[in-house]
């Protein structure tokens, strides 16, 4: 038998690898790949954020609305009657020849589902394209969210679809309580801006109406902003939407308030001159989410396509605003389903006692092996030193996640893994016992422990899959450390103390002291 | 170092009966505690919102139960939560607008308290809870069925059965002192519990296998006397290796901190009961189910016969192409 025989090279090969990958992760080094600590151990922010998406079909149906009117004024049909209602648009059309007009300009618009009796139209959405919608809506708010947060300057946001409608949005930079305001506001805010008409003919009587006399009009009521009684009446269809901003940048007016100067596409810039050259001396609102931030009249044509929104902001909202009309608006408004959030100093504790029990619970068990195995025992601890290396390795190379419930999996693993060297040890005693040479021993009670190893560790495993589908955040980091540490402990555990035990016997150690090899006579 | 004398075989199987008592006492506690005490669900499953402080003296608990009684908050309970200096809040309400947020609105509540941080806020939102139950109980669920057929793939539908019974005694159990001592159950308890799914059946199956290959290579022929001897044979290494986890776990239990306390708590006491379990409870069942040797060696043979008569059969084959 040779020294170097194949279960050893395997084991210093693992040796090697471990720790020259867990060094990162060990002392922190600035390069090499490292564990990403959770946010239960390094501090942070997790939310869980459920996207409405039936408002973004409600805005679908409102945008079709809107281009309905564009391309009527534009033409110069003539329309009547222009409403949107609960899931649908409907207006109907004077003159029976212009419909070829009308059925080309909807024709291009897709996913459309037209109800004609005469001359009324009813347009809907199909239910294919309600789906579309919904899901285009979260695909969108995820990266409006995430160019957001990347704005705002947070280190290493995580923005993930989760699901049909949810979105996770994970936060490891937060430390303070004033960061996580700000952030959730940002994210909270949808940065809507619409640009809309006042209806001046009605809008006196803005206080004596309801909201479905207003609607009978085609109107909608809006709130001013800073003054909840004052109220608009405006046209419900916008003139424009934000969805044609390309720039928001926060200035100051001459008396030095905060405000934001938007800059139009060229569409929008087009749309916004040919509506003030036409309702000259009229007002207009600007809207933010709802609410009217002022209603400037209309002196002359506005050309160039920018505009400011102004509204007693203070710096740090204006920026906010900013931010979020330049990476778009959230075509939904979003809930918050769960949240999670722990400051720094939890996380400091977390790491402090997990890594105590951890290494307490390592030297008992490194203890117990030695006092009652004696030399077998020493050969299992240099297979368990092995695997924890091998674990911190693993994980690191593939950018896993540490949590407290790791740390647990990590300690649960090194007390699991001695199992196996445990076993095997007990079985090798039983082989000499009935007086069979060390080396006969060693062979036979590989062979016959293993199958009992490997089927109890199978079943361990099994548990620690399901457990990472089906478990969230923190417990599939359990999963993950205790699934790696079943897998490399069948390396380090059955393999490598199998070519330990091999190797001596090849350097000649003939001893018979079964009691200083197995700690029994 | 040897703890058990190697070759004395113990009779456990006489005492079946006092044995199975003992068990069915602890179920009955289990599950009296069960049904009328219940489980304290945390949040993870609840729904609500869980605010943890940390004062720089002693946190002034009454003080703040009386200011939170004036609050829309009146039902929040308060607790210790580690040390004196430490607490816990919990309201049933959670807050779905990200506006506005709970932690910050006690900040100001309670700011004439004294000095404080806010460590944690976790709110789950009643409908995240619901999915995140229904979860929980799909792993339980899936992974007895894995277990299940594993077992009854490596051994057969009878080993597989009184696994799976004895996996169930320990699970009733885990959960029974979950109930009676109070422990919050959240998702760390429902991994501590499937974690001991899978623990608590390494230890039977060491012993199932040892009686797989006393049955194959011994003419014993009485049960009683087979279970006894193969768990009396592979007693030390069930305790020792039970032993090395039940370390790792107690140094969880009384250093890991308090978040990690219930995962740890849970664990505890299932390794001693899935110990215990494998020892007595799997092999009684295999002895009350009338498990029987002969067919088991008869089936054997069979297996063994279609197999030679299968490589028969090829090498003819073979032999007949060629």
């Not at chain 1, 471990?18 to 990403?36: D, H, M, R, W």
């Not at chain 1, 890594?355 to 077998?376: H, N, P, Q, R, T």
């Not at chain 2, 320990?170 to 001592?181: E, Q, T």
Request: hydrophobic residues 45%.
């Amino acid at each position: 038998m040779k020294i170097f025989n194949y279960r050893l090279i395997i084991l210093l090969l693992c040796i090697i690898f471990g720790v020259v990958f867990s060094i990162p992760s060990l002392l922190q080094t600035n390069t090499g790949k490292k564990i990403a600590l959770g946010l239960d151990l390094q501090g942070g922010l997790h939310m869980l954020l459920g996207v409405n998406t039936h408002e973004a079909v409600g805005s679908k149906i409102k945008s079709i609305a809107t281009t309905v009117k564009y391309f009527s004024d534009d033409e110069e049909l003539l329309i009547d009657g222009l409403l949107i209602n609960e899931d649908n648009v409907s207006f109907s059309v004077l003159d029976a020849d212009e419909i070829p007009k009308i059925d080309t300009m909807l024709s291009g618009i897709k996913g459309l589902a037209i109800t004609k009796t005469g001359l009324e139209y009813t347009i809907k959405l199909t239910p294919e394209d309600i789906i579309k919608t919904k899901d285009l809506a979260v695909a969108q708010a995820v990266e409006t969210i995430r160019n957001r947060l990347d704005q705002f300057g947070l280190s290493e946001p995580n923005v993930i679809r989760q699901g049909e409608s949810d979105i996770v949005v994970e936060l490891p930079g937060i430390k303070t309580a004033e960061d996580e305001k700000g952030a959730r506001e940002l994210i909270s805010k949808p940065a809507n801006l619409e640009l809309m008409a006042i209806d001046e003919e009605k809008n006196d009587q803005v206080n004596n109406m309801t909201n479905s006399q207003a609607s009978s009009y085609g109107d909608i009521i809006l709130e001013d902003t800073k003054n909840p009684n004052l109220k608009y009446l405006v046209k419900e269809i916008p003139i424009l939407n934000g969805s044609q901003v390309i720039d928001a940048q926060v200035a100051f007016d001459k008396s030095n308030q905060a405000i934001i100067n938007f800059t139009l596409n060229s569409t929008g810039a087009r749309i916004f001159g040919e509506f003030t050259s036409k309702n000259i001396g009229k007002r207009l609102a600007v809207v933010l989410d709802g609410k009217v931030y002022s209603a400037p009249n209309i002196r002359e044509r506005i050309g160039g396509g920018s505009g400011q929104i102004s509204g007693g902001f203070t710096v740090a909202e204006a920026g906010n605003v900013a931010i979020a009309l330049r990476s778009g608006a959230l075509p939904a408004t979003v809930t918050l389903l769960e949240k999670r959030s722990v400051g720094p100093s939890l996380g400091a504790d977390s790491i402090r006692a997990s890594s105590i029990a951890l290494v307490s619970g390592f030297l008992l068990v490194f203890g117990f092996m030695i006092v009652y195995y004696k030399g077998a025992g020493i050969i299992a601890n240099v297979a368990l030193i092995a695997n924890v290396f091998l674990i911190i390795a693993i994980m690191a190379m593939f950018g896993a996640t540490l949590t407290l419930p790791g740390m647990a999996g990590i300690l649960l693993t090194i007390g699991m893994a001695v199992d196996a060297n445990i076993i095997i040890i007990e079985r090798i005693r039983e082989i000499l016992r009935e007086g069979a040479s060390i080396p006969k021993a060693i062979e036979d009670g590989y062979l016959n422990a293993i199958r009992a190893i490997v089927d109890s560790n199978i079943t361990t495993l099994l548990v620690a899959v399901v457990l990472y589908v089906y478990g969230t955040g923190p417990i599939k980091g359990f999963a993950v450390t205790i699934s790696i540490g079943i897998i490399t402990s069948m390396v380090t555990g059955i393999l490598g103390t199998h070519g330990i035990y091999q190797a001596l016997l090849a350097r000649g150690v003939k001893t018979k002291n079964t009691y200083t090899w197995f700690g029994a006579k | 170092m040897e703890i058990f004398k190697t070759n004395k075989t113990y009779g456990f199987m006489a005492k079946r009966i006092p044995l199975t008592a003992v068990s069915a006492i602890l179920i009955i506690i289990s599950l009296f505690s069960l049904f009328t005490k219940g489980l304290n669900f945390g949040i993870d499953f609840a729904g609500g919102t869980v605010i943890q402080i940390k004062y720089d003296k002693e946190a002034p608990i009454s003080d703040i139960r009386n200011i939170l009684k004036e609050t829309s908050h009146s039902n929040a309970a308060i607790t210790k939560f580690g040390s004196d200096q430490e607490i816990i809040i919990r309201i049933t309400g959670s807050n779905s607008s990200l506006g506005n947020d709970i932690g910050e609105e006690l900040k100001t509540t309670l700011v004439n308290t004294g000095n404080f941080e806010v460590r944690r806020v976790d709110m789950v939102g009643a409908k995240v809870g619901g999915e995140l139950a229904e979860k929980g109980l799909m792993s339980l669920l899936l992974s007895f069925i894995g277990i299940i057929i594993y077992v009854s793939f490596r051994f057969n539908w009878k080993f597989a059965l009184v696994s799976l019974l004895a996996l169930v005694h320990d699970v009733i159990i885990a959960i029974g002192a979950v109930s009676l001592f109070n422990v919050e159950v959240n998702l760390d308890i429902l991994a501590a519990i499937l974690t001991l799914l899978g623990y608590s059946l390494n230890d039977t199956i060491i012993i199932f296998d040892r009686i797989r290959e006393v049955i194959q290579t011994t003419k014993e022929d009485d049960l009683e006397k087979l279970i006894d001897d193969s768990v009396s044979r592979t007693l030390p290494r069930t305790v020792l290796t039970s032993l090395t986890v039940f370390f790792t776990v107690l140094t969880l239990y009384l250093f890991g901190g308090e978040i990690i306390n219930g995962f740890a708590f849970t664990m505890l006491v299932g390794v001693i009961v899935g110990t215990y379990s494998s020892i007595f409870v799997a092999s009684s069942f295999l002895v009350n189910f009338r498990f029987s040797i002969a067919n088991y060696r008869a089936k054997e043979v069979e297996k063994i016969r279609v197999q030679k008569e299968k490589a028969k059969n090829r090498a003819m084959f073979e032999q007949g192409t060629l």
